[in-house]
């Protein structure tokens, strides 16, 4: 096959030729070779060019020339190093030249010898190779024909430019290639890190959303019968027969909580199938086993879209919750406010508060619980706020703001 010679720091990669322009190659110079040996032989000659009186010089020129072709083209010295494709090279272009000075036929093989030029060196040293090849070319034809013609010097020097510009064209457009091939695979490589990125995006998202809702209905529901458990205990006489069953609920209930953080599926909001979220609000603060609660709505109420609706939802239930298992307060109030841009909601209680500052909840003290969170990260995947104000022994205040939709804001304005 036709040796590839590596690249070197001050020239280009060559260009990897196909299999099929190799096979062409080879067949053309085996052509070339054998026309020259052919005619000597057979003593053919032309007006222009009468037949050699060397018919074994040109044979064995010929074989020469096809010899050191064929040691170049098979050897790995030559494909691996392009000082070695330049000994080569020089080694065929000396078999080639004591052919033409034998036969003026030699000079056919100038073309195949162009491209092997053009393909092994550097553009700086194949454009002065090709040149001094076809002035041997034109040299030989001066040499060996009775007259001279413009067809002599047109003939070589024009091979010699559609060489050029063949190579020079094929190594440009392999270039491009290759350019938008690695285009490609960088394309392709960033895209399938963008799905990536986006899938793992959209499964931390959902664990989250996920966390959320079982942290506000199954793991708060599991925490209110256990704390509707303790006091039915306490109300208990001694030695009664149903202490030890509550105690083993009081058990199954603290198993159930820690088994429900692990538990993945979506829920929906059934307090808001049954009303407006004001009136999912109202019950919620009916239902309150702790302190006191009392709702309050100001503003004129306007449908929220259904995320609105869970968000504040939830947020309210996991605030009350907060207030009665931590906060040991008498009183406490969630407030719904329709502004013109927003919507506000705010849990207020007199407990024993917290530092907010601290990290932590009002819960166990070193612990930062997941309640607090989980309702900023509702509150910003909204693009709301969500803010905590407390102080130990003096409450704990809640709120949450979410902007209006475009639509909740013009039906507002309208009215």
Same mark, same amino acid.
């Given at each position: 096959m036709l040796p590839t010679a590596t690249a070197t720091a001050t020239a280009p990669t060559p260009v990897p030729?196909?299999? #099929?322009?190799r096979l062409c190659l080879h067949a053309l110079l085996a052509g070339l070779l054998a026309l020259p040996a052919v005619k000597a032989l057979t003593g053919a000659g032309t007006a222009h060019a009468p037949h050699t009186t060397h018919p074994a010089g040109v044979v064995a020129a010929a074989l020469l020339m096809a010899a050191v072709y064929t040691v170049g083209t098979l050897s790995p010295a030559v494909a691996a190093s392009r000082r070695a494709a330049a000994w080569w090279l020089a080694a065929l *272009? *000396? !078999?080639w030249l004591v052919l033409l000075a034998l036969s003026p036929d030699g000079l056919w093989a100038a073309f195949p010898l162009y491209f092997l030029q053009l393909h092994l060196l550097p553009v700086r040293w194949a454009l002065p190779a090709v040149l001094s090849t076809a002035a041997a070319a034109i040299g030989s034809f001066l040499v060996h024909s009775s007259r001279v013609t413009p067809g002599s010097f047109i003939g070589p020097l024009l091979g010699a430019a559609v060489a050029v510009v063949t190579v020079l064209g094929y190594e440009a457009l392999y270039r491009e290639s290759e350019r938008r091939r690695e285009l490609i695979d960088e394309l392709m490589a960033t895209r399938a890190e963008l799905a990536a990125a986006e899938r793992t995006a959209g499964t931390l =998202? %959902? @664990? %989250?959303r996920l966390a959320r809702e079982i942290h506000d209905t199954l793991a708060q529901g599991l925490s209110s019968i256990q704390l509707l458990l303790r006091a039915a205990q306490r109300a208990l006489p001694d030695g009664s027969a149903a202490a030890p069953h509550i105690e083993r609920a009081r058990a199954a209930a603290q198993d159930n909580l820690a088994e429900a953080r692990r538990f993945v599926r979506a829920l929906s909001p059934p307090g808001l199938e049954r009303g407006s979220l004001a009136g999912a609000l109202e019950r919620l603060s009916a239902s309150s086993t702790g302190p006191r609660v009392r709702f309050s709505l100001s503003g004129t109420p306007t449908e929220l879209p259904t995320p609105y609706e869970v968000a504040l939802l939830r947020v309210a239930q996991s605030a009350l *919750?907060?207030?009665?298992r931590h906060a040991e307060a008498a009183r406490a109030e969630i407030t719904l406010t329709f502004m013109d841009a927003s919507v506000t909601l705010d849990v207020v209680d007199d407990g024993r508060g917290f530092d907010p500052a601290a990290?932590? #909840? !009002?819960? @166990? !003290?070193g612990s930062p619980g997941f309640g607090l969170p989980a309702m900023r990260a509702r509150a910003e995947s909204l693009g709301g706020t969500f803010t905590v104000e407390s102080t130990p022994g003096q409450g704990t205040a809640v709120a949450i703001s /979410?902007? /209006?939709p475009l639509p909740a804001r013009s %039906? %507002? *304005? !309208? =009215?």
């Open positions: 030729v196909t299999r #099929t322009l *272009a *000396a !078999a =998202a %959902e @664990r %989250e *919750a907060n207030t009665v990290g932590g #909840t !009002a819960g @166990r !003290a /979410l902007p /209006l %039906e %507002e *304005a !309208a =009215a």
